[in-house]
């Protein structure tokens, strides 16, 4: 494919330093898809278009420069434009978390991931779509309407990063970044066919970060390929001063050269293929499995037995950590003030009125939890359980290398058939929550599609650190497999337009 926007990380890379095509020309082939698409699927939230352009030109000059001396250094991803989700801080724009309570709010900082990203040589094309506060897996929630999926635009394209999965599955970016609490990265990729990293916690940064569930967030990023999100990740990954929570481990390299899996072991846990899985789903995750025995991978059924507390355990959890987290935004610290007579109705106007249903839900869900003579019986027992899922990936990882399941039990769902039924809602993370308890990383890529022509995920989780592991197994998987090379037919049809 001849266009700008169908080229790969590296390929823009390489473009970008042989001079092929210039970063200004980059920068606006991906602002003019973001203008056939945006109206349709409503990806963004704010555009930096005059600003990534002035990036661009910027970029060149280097380019220009670094060409008359190849010996002298530039940046990695010196020119290449990503998106970012709104719920990362950059620097003069806004960052609205998807909420109301925001929608004025621009940082003054960059996020640490976001800031490395920069060092990097990248550009920023604007913010995408979120739930509100991160909580959701629809993009629904969005104080800013929904983001809708590139496949089947009556579809949502998953959450809480849809706006991010849905940018790089239509081609209006290359890459994007996303945050993941519950599965809001593995699940927008899988929906939107994608790929996707929810690193291990304390691999990223978390500052910058808006923040949801502080002991379960974890900044990761989407591409199209799993090598170009494994490029993405060996940029952001790393200890950092102003996160206590981020680790000083060694940053393992994926070996990307070579697709033989030999002497890997696959774990394939029964509590993750149950009744009620869609059956293509099931069909697609079993058939990408057989195809990783056929590169040289071993294969052993294992359980995890404490999968079946994942949500409950989640919903504790999560939502207390929410209560505590958004307790600042309350008309007189942080967000807008709604007119009243005193300060409690000052925070219950505020609140009440720029909070949307979900975010209110989750935290009086929380407050309740953490409330005295709750405490102990519901969060304090959730913690303990907690402990006891994050046991069992241990005791798995003695026996496996890698642990390969579906990210969600359906493929992306309609708009509005779980807007009554929080709990359904809930139930679509059942696949994902485990590895945020327990702070594994997990990696999707898409391995098929439904008989509706919806995107089927499959992912892997590994041992804390181990990325690299995940990231030559879904790499070796796309060497010999075409799914991620499948385009959405409204990009086909944007393209043909030109």
Same mark, same amino acid.
């Given at each position: ?42 990806? &963004? ?31 990695? @991803? ?30 003054? &900082?960059?996020?640490?991931?976001? !800031?490395?990203? /920069? ?5 920023? @094309? ?29 579809? $949502? ?10 940018? =790089? ?55 199209? %390929? $799993?090598? !170009? =999100?494994? %490029? ?23 070996? @990307? ?23 293509? =789903? ?23 037995? *404490? ?41 219950? *106007? ?41 046991? !069992? ?46 702070? =594994? ?14 995107? $089927?995920?499959?992912? /892997?989780?590994?041992? *804390? &650190? ?33």
């Amino acid at each position: 494919m001849s266009d700008i926007t169908g080229l790969t990380l590296s390929q823009l890379v390489h473009g970008l330093r042989s001079g092929d095509f210039s970063s200004r020309e980059t920068v606006q082939a991906y602002l003019a898809q973001i203008e056939r698409l945006e109206p349709t699927l409503h990806a &963004f939230l704010t555009l930096a278009a005059e600003q990534a352009l002035a990036h661009a030109d910027q970029a060149d000059r280097q380019l220009a420069a670094w060409r008359k001396d190849e010996e002298s250094h530039i940046p990695p @991803l010196l020119g290449v434009p990503l998106a970012i989700k709104d719920v990362l801080c950059v620097a003069g724009l806004r960052c609205t978390a998807g909420s109301r309570i925001l929608e004025n709010f621009v940082p003054p &900082f960059n996020a640490t991931a976001v !800031d490395r990203l /920069l060092e990097s040589g990248v550009i920023v @094309l604007g913010k995408t779509n979120t739930d509100e506060f991160a909580m959701g897996s629809s993009t629904e929630n969005s104080g800013y309407g929904p983001t809708h999926n590139p496949w089947n635009t009556e579809r $949502v394209p998953g959450g809480s990063s849809g706006g991010s999965a849905a940018a =790089v599955a239509a081609y209006m970016a290359p890459a994007a970044l996303g945050s993941d609490t519950g599965g809001s990265i593995r699940q927008p990729a899988a929906f939107c066919g994608i790929s996707g990293i929810k690193p291990t916690y304390g691999r990223v940064s978390r500052y910058g970060l808006i923040a949801y569930g502080s002991s379960l967030d974890c900044v990761g990023s989407f591409a199209r %390929l $799993v090598s !170009d =999100v494994a %490029l993405i990740y060996s940029l952001i990954a790393g200890q950092d001063e102003q996160d206590a929570t981020s680790m000083d481990y060694p940053l393992a390299q994926a070996n @990307l050269d070579e697709v033989d899996l030999a002497g890997l072991r696959i774990g394939i846990p029964d509590e993750y293929f149950i009744a009620g899985i869609q059956p293509e =789903v099931e069909a697609g995750v079993r058939e990408a499995i057989k195809t990783l025995q056929s590169l040289g991978a071993g294969v052993e059924r294992i359980s995890l037995p *404490h999968t079946e507390y994942a949500l409950p355990v989640y919903y504790l959890i999560a939502p207390a950590e929410a209560s505590a987290n958004l307790a600042r935004f309350d008309g007189i610290r942080y967000g807008p003030r709604s007119a009243a007579q005193n300060m409690w109705d000052i925070f219950r *106007h505020t609140r009440g009125e720029r909070f949307g249903a979900e975010v209110k839900r989750r935290i009086m869900l929380g407050t309740y939890a953490l409330s005295a003579g709750y405490y102990d019986a519901y969060y304090g027992q959730a913690q303990k359980v907690r402990t006891l899922i994050k046991r !069992d990936f241990e005791q798995a990882f003695e026996k496996v290398d890698v642990i390969a399941a579906p990210v969600a039990p359906t493929t992306a769902f309609p708009f509005g058939q779980h807007s009554d039924d929080p709990l359904a809602m809930y139930l679509e993370d059942i696949f994902t929550l485990p590895a945020n308890l327990a702070g =594994v990383p997990g990696l999707t890529f898409p391995v098929g599609f439904d008989t509706q022509g919806l995107p $089927v995920g499959m992912q /892997l989780m590994g041992p *804390h &650190f181990r990325e690299d592991i995940l990231f030559k197994a879904g790499h070796a998987y796309q060497q010999v497999t075409d799914w991620h090379n499948t385009m959405p037919p409204i990009v086909e049809n944007s393209l043909n337009q030109k």
